[in-house]
């Protein structure tokens, strides 16, 4: 049963994976509400510059179509997805989130929004690290390898 009202986290989710099929059944089993920044693909992009195969991502609405799909499939009734343009989306604009789950990653982020919030006087948020996803050879799961297998495969059909 969770015992948080509200729980947020925000992502690309390109390519939803395992990694980030994690962090959603974290935020579900934290929350009754889970608020989902999702990312445009502008941001997103500006996010990933190094990134050879960016041209690759999703477009954002096949990305909140498939988010929409796994937490309808995975039972969360009580969610929104919200589109997010800036780093820290609307979390500071959500007086009545309780929690954020992030990855490692993204952790240095989670500091920065609760100690914005103190000073907007909004309540911190509880923040939920969940570890990497690996695959079998111990490589983190991720989208931007996805993004690179895929580039690969369209090169040997060349």
């Known amino acids: 049963m969770p015992w948080l009202d509200e729980v947020i986290m925000g992502g690309t989710f390109d390519y939803l994976h395992t990694g980030h099929k994690a962090l959603l059944e974290a935020a579900m ?75 490692e990653e993204t952790y240095p982020t989670a500091v920065d929004i609760n100690k914005l919030r103190a000073l907007d006087g909004l309540d911190q948020l509880l923040i939920l690290v969940i570890p990497f996803e690996y695959d079998e050879d111990g490589i983190i799961i991720s989208s931007r390898r996805i993004r690179q297998q895929l580039a690969e495969s369209q090169e040997e059909v060349k």
């Open 29 to 103: 089993s934290l929350g009754n509400f889970i608020r989902v920044g999702l990312t445009t693909d502008e941001f997103a992009k500006s996010l990933r510059r190094s990134d050879s195969n960016i041209d690759l991502m999703e477009p954002f609405e096949k990305r909140k179509d498939e988010l929409r799909k796994h937490l309808i499939s995975r039972g969360c009734k009580k969610f929104e997805i919200i589109t997010i343009d800036h780093r820290y989306g609307f979390a500071l604009q959500s007086p009545e989130a309780e929690g954020i789950v992030v990855t």
